[in-house]
């Protein structure tokens, strides 16, 4: 079946240090990957993409890593800050003719100060 | 540039009811796409809709339908209110149809069924 998987529904960091958030994909048809940061009350806010094509791609402060081997896909933020504090979920789109995303449960990202 | 602007932000409605969700997409974007998210887990998707057609349909009943207009913004019907409708209902914008192509999201609408 369709799913698209957190292993941690929880991270607690200190400011400043790194953080890792994972997530595992079943669909080895999925070609395009996003991930979204939503904090309270917002709506999802787009940080990050990466196509299928592509094992690695960097953001100001924000590295995704995947690995269609074991599809799996980890998002790292450098230097985390409290303003990180938020549930972070990836999404995965199978492609074709729909831009329809499948979306993880969500993993918390506290960042102590 | 204004983003996804959805209205209204919130709404309480009553069970048996009917609701209508509005969405207007980013200028220039032209595919929207519609999803449900209760609290504690990741949104689900409802519908794609691209140049005022339906592209794509999630698993919801026929209670939830939609349509999109030719300025590109789009509309979320739900009939017969139940009180497991009650969540956020998020719209995405996107550029174009079809995979591999970044989807915003709306602040959304929080609709809760009493």
């Known amino acids: 079946g369709e799913s698209v998987g957190l292993h941690l529904p929880t991270l607690s960091v200190q400011e400043g240090d790194n953080s890792i958030i994972n997530c595992a994909y079943s669909?080895?048809?999925?070609?395009?990957f996003i991930w979204y940061k939503q904090e309270s009350g917002k709506g999802p806010q787009f940080i990050i993409d990466?196509?299928?094509?592509?094992d690695k791609r960097q953001g100001q402060r924000v590295t995704v890593l995947l690995n269609k081997t074991v599809k799996h896909l980890s998002l790292q933020i450098a230097a985390t800050q409290p303003g990180d504090s938020a549930v972070y979920f990836c999404?995965?789109?199978?492609?074709?003719?729909?831009?329809?995303?499948?979306f993880g449960t969500g993993t918390l990202l506290a960042v102590q100060p | 540039d204004a983003g996804v602007t959805q209205s209204p932000t919130h709404l309480i409605k009553t069970r048996g009811q009917h609701v209508t969700l509005r969405c207007s997409p980013i200028?220039?974007?032209?595919?929207v796409s519609w999803y449900q998210q209760v609290l504690g887990q990741g949104p689900q998707f409802i519908f794609q809709?691209?140049?005022?057609?339906?592209?794509g349909r999630g698993n919801f009943p026929d209670r939830f339908s939609a349509r999109q207009f030719p300025n590109y913004s789009s509309e979320l019907n739900v009939n017969a209110l139940l009180l497991g409708d009650s969540a956020l209902y998020l719209c995405?914008?996107?550029?174009?149809?079809?995979?591999?192509?970044?989807?915003?999201f709306g602040q959304g609408t929080r609709l809760t069924v009493v």
């Open positions: 995405a914008s996107s550029l174009v149809q079809g995979g591999g192509t970044e989807a915003f």
């Open positions: 669909n080895s048809a999925s070609d395009y």
């Open positions: 990466i196509r299928s094509n592509m």
């Open positions: 999404a995965e789109n199978i492609g074709g003719a729909t831009n329809k995303l499948i």
């Open positions: 200028s220039g974007h032209k595919s």
């Open positions: 809709y691209y140049e005022k057609e339906e592209r």
